[in-house]
């Protein structure tokens, strides 16, 4: 049987944006550790008005059952000016949300009006050119809406066909319902 009749595994039919690198093989330590200088490569999806911008790599190497998930990224918050990365999750969104509940519950209740909004498809940019948020606790209000708009967007490709961006939306809906029965 020739090698283009038999059945391939672990094959995806996508486009790849490549970048020519060559590392020369040495010892393994030394080949370790030109391996490890290797830049992350990603995409800039969102600018922040701090500096901080909203990017994605791809893929992100989940796997489900054993099977990768060929679609999925990883979502980050890079600050070029430090160099770092922050892998941005739903229990430090959560945890964001609280902290601006500590300080004044009509912010947390803002916050999670603008989450809904993009959760339905709202382009963050759009709800924030008419924002009027201040100064607020924890991070900036544009910090949650970009990063979630990704996340929700990671999400719905890693479960098209169950509950994609509903599962983290859950907690914020249960909690937005907590805060406004403290009324």
């Not at 080949?31 to 701090?50: A, C, H, M, N, T």
């Not at 160099?83 to 902290?99: A, M, P, S």
């Not at 996340?151 to 479960?159: A, H, L, R, T």
């Amino acid at each position: 049987m020739s090698l283009t009749k038999k059945k391939k595994r672990n094959e995806y039919k996508h486009s790849m944006d490549l970048k020519s690198l060559k590392i020369l093989n040495a010892s393994r330590d030394d080949f370790r550790k030109k391996l490890e200088e290797i830049p992350y490569r990603g995409y800039e999806v969102e600018q922040l008005s701090d500096g901080r911008k909203i990017v994605i790599a791809k893929p992100g190497g989940k796997s489900v059952y054993g099977q990768p998930k060929k679609e999925d990224f990883f979502v980050w918050v890079y600050n070029p000016i430090e160099g770092t990365l922050w892998q941005i999750t739903h229990r430090q969104i959560y945890e964001d949300l609280k902290l601006k509940e500590d300080k004044d519950a009509s912010i947390a209740l803002k916050a999670i009006d603008y989450l809904k909004r993009v959760h339905r498809g709202e382009e963050p940019e759009e709800i924030l050119r008419n924002a009027n948020i201040g100064d607020v606790p924890g991070e900036p209000i544009e910090i949650l809406l970009k990063s979630y708009k990704w996340i929700w967007g990671q999400e719905d490709v890693n479960y098209p066909n169950g509950e994609g961006r509903d599962m983290s939306m859950k907690s914020i809906l249960e909690l937005e319902n907590e805060l406004q029965n403290e009324k």
